[in-house]
């Protein structure tokens, strides 16, 4: 069974950082695309940033460009999503996925999906 945790969310105020990690349980993790995404209350779920099977191709939302950090480590399973410079409106549960494909990785399409952690930034 695919397991995918988060881990890092927490309190914040605004101008903070925080580093969220994702612990994958996939056999192949080297051959997943990993994204992060959010939800704010009452808002759909967002995508913020993705990484490539190899950590070379990264992407980012226009609202975390220059402020967040995507990165991975093949050898521990893990995704990391550095957060500097924090606003409120990053306030939301951000949610780790997992995902076969390279294609459309700005989107919700993912195979599997962490139970997401809380990050609130307090103004």
């Known amino acids: 069974q695919v397991q995918l945790v988060e881990s890092g969310g927490g309190l914040v105020q605004a101008g903070g950082s925080l580093r969220l990690s994702c612990a994958a349980s996939?056999?192949?993790?080297?051959?997943?695309?990993m994204g992060w995404f959010r939800q704010a209350q009452g808002k759909e779920r967002e995508f913020v940033a993705a990484?490539?099977?190899?950590?070379?191709?990264?992407y980012y939302a226009d609202s975390v460009r220059g402020r967040f950090t995507i990165s991975r480590d093949n050898a521990k399973n893990t995704v990391y999503l550095q957060m500097n410079s924090l606003k409120p409106e990053d306030t939301a549960v951000y949610y780790c996925?997992?995902?076969?494909?390279?294609?459309?990785?700005?989107?919700?399409?993912?195979?599997?999906w962490g139970q997401g952690t809380q990050v609130t930034v307090s103004s």
């Open positions: 996939l056999r192949t993790f080297s051959s997943y695309v």
């Open positions: 990484i490539s099977w190899s950590g070379g191709t990264t």
């Open positions: 996925a997992a995902k076969s494909s390279g294609v459309r990785v700005t989107t919700v399409e993912y195979n599997y």
